[in-house]
């Protein structure tokens, strides 16, 4: 929902990184793999104690993560690269999901419920991005949702922040997950018949 509803008042400093990365000489996929490197070790820092700057962390990497595809857009964009993106980011989600299992193994059924839900929405959403004609700005279809990339920061941020609230927080992360994934596959049924 934010990065749908939102962007436009972060896509100038998401264009002003891009295009001065560019200049630079970097390339797409080279920021896809820095962005996947400093969210991998957001989960790395909360391990060894660090949350605050592990949070910090990961909204680099998400920013930077939002600065690839502006800069693919402003390039030759590479199907790879799309493929590169969809799935570190799944990988910092798991690795996420991971360490805080390993550090709170009490709250284990519910972030395994968590995975589950990002499982099935991830799905509908990129097999609807596949089989679909529409296209938008990115390289495939892009369904909205009430959990997209940023709702899921402010979650993983709250979990990583907040340990009291951690199985409240994981349930509700889960529900609203779970609700775009039904949200996603509604949309399919529309727009697909």
Known sequence: MLDTHARKYVQPSIEKTASFLLRRGRTPNQITILALFLGLSTSLLYLSGYPIIGVIVLWVSGFLDAVDGTMARHTKSSPFGTVMDVTFDRIVEVAMIVAVAYLHPEVMWPLLLLSVSIIISMTVF??????????????????????????????????????????WSTLLFFAVELFTGIQRFMEAKRILQ
């Open 126 to 167: 990129l097999v609807v991005g596949a089989v679909s004609e529409k296209a938008g700005i990115k390289s495939f279809y892009y369904q909205a949702g009430a959990a997209e990339r940023s709702e899921g920061f402010i979650f993983f941020s709250i979990m990583l922040l907040f340990p009291n609230f951690l199985l």
